[in-house]
């Protein structure tokens, strides 16, 4: 005996699959972006290294965001 899958279901599942890869991916450009700023921090002056600071304060917030609706 066959189960009847509504179309919307199948629909539903797959766009939720994607959105959670790209989400993931997401994260993944985040993470690589928040340690390059951290890199950065360590080779320049002072007026330089506060922007790099609030760049990395701001990926940091983004990330945490974006694991908690993950």
Same mark, same amino acid.
């Given at each position: 005996?066959? /189960?009847? #899958? @509504?179309? /919307?279901? +199948? +629909? ?6 994607? /959105?959670? %890869?790209?989400?993931?991916? *997401?994260? %993944? &450009? ?5 340690? =390059?700023?951290?890199? &950065?921090?360590?080779? *320049?002056?002072? @007026? ?8 990395? /304060?701001?990926? !940091? !917030?983004? #990330?945490? =965001? !974006? %694991?908690? #609706?993950?």
């Amino acid at each position: 005996m066959a /189960e009847i #899958i @509504p179309f /919307e279901d +199948v +629909v539903r599942s797959r766009r939720r699959r994607r /959105e959670r %890869e790209n989400l993931q991916r *997401c994260l %993944e &450009l985040l993470r690589l972006n928040l340690d =390059y700023c951290e890199l &950065l921090q360590l080779d *320049c002056d002072e @007026p330089e290294r506060t922007i790099h600071r609030r760049r990395t /304060e701001q990926l !940091a !917030a983004l #990330i945490d =965001y !974006a %694991e908690r #609706i993950a």
